[in-house]
């Protein structure tokens, strides 16, 4: 197991799925961590998310905030500093998706997706990069997706468009830090399954959990904690030469040349 002792994590929307799971695998490895959400529903999701890492016998700060939202993540980072006096993983994890083909996708729904997806990577890093800087050391993560790459198969090219984005700005931003001491890099999930897919999926369109499944080489879906271990990984200090990077975590699904 990387070893993350010593090291503060943020994991943005880690109340539930991904998000939750990727906190816990940080929590795993030893780090605290900053459990983020941003509607009222999911605090007690959050606070559950909390009890894991303080079962760990970790730290956890629970800050209820809109990424996508400037003065949200700004205080957000004050708080962090204030509790902790530093931060040192960012996984930048929240995003939204919906289920559109082109043909009756709205302009104002296109909007919504970008602007929650690349928005929140956007602010998260920008109030982040001046933390780490100061420390001479960091590690920002972006959940990106292979979608990003080859494109989505269900339509939904404003989720791809977003996760498209997303890899682009990580590759600038590592070059723009690496000398600070911070690597920028993203994962790259195929499907996996977490409580909301399982709703889509499984009892609205269970042709398409099959297609998922043929297409990977191993023949099932990824689990988040898949996802989450790659995370801790690329928050390790034996990933301090990894920057700039896509790590694909798709069973396969999608190999790039």
């Known amino acids: 197991m990387f070893d993350l002792t010593g090291k503060v994590a ?33 605090k007690e999701k959050a606070e559950k998310a909390a009890e894991y890492v303080r079962g760990k016998g970790k730290t956890a700060l629970v800050i209820q905030a809109d990424v996508s939202k400037e003065e949200a993540v700004s205080a957000m980072m004050d708080a962090i500093v204030q509790k902790f006096g530093r931060l040192d993983i960012l996984v930048n994890n929240a995003g939204i998706n919906s289920n559109h083909n082109i043909d009756d996708l709205t302009f104002e729904e296109w909007h919504r997706v970008l602007n929650t997806d690349i928005d929140s990577g956007f602010l998260c890093s920008k109030y982040a990069v001046p933390i780490m800087r100061k420390q001479k050391h960091g590690r920002i993560i972006m959940i990106s997706s292979m979608v990003g790459q080859q494109g989505a198969l269900f339509g939904q090219v404003h989720y791809a ?8 700005f990580a590759r600038t931003l590592a070059r723009s830090v690496a000398l600070d001491g911070i690597t920028v890099n993203c994962v790259a999930p195929g499907t996996h399954m977490t409580e909301t897919l399982e709703a889509i ?25 898949d996802i989450g271990y790659a995370c801790v990984y690329l928050a390790s200090d034996e990933a301090n030469y990894v920057t700039g990077a896509v790590l694909d975590v798709n069973g396969g699904c999608y190999m790039r040349s």
């Open 10 to 42: 943020l994991v943005t929307g880690s109340s539930q799925g991904l998000g939750a799971a990727i906190a816990r695998c940080m929590a795993d490895a030893g780090a605290d961590v900053v459990i983020n959400y941003v509607s009222e529903s999911s």
């Open 201 to 225: 999926l499984v009892t609205g369109n269970p042709e398409r959990l099959q297609k998922a499944i043929d297409i990977s080489c191993v023949k099932r879906l990824g689990t988040c904690e």
């Open 161 to 168: 468009s977003a996760k498209a984005a997303q890899q682009g």
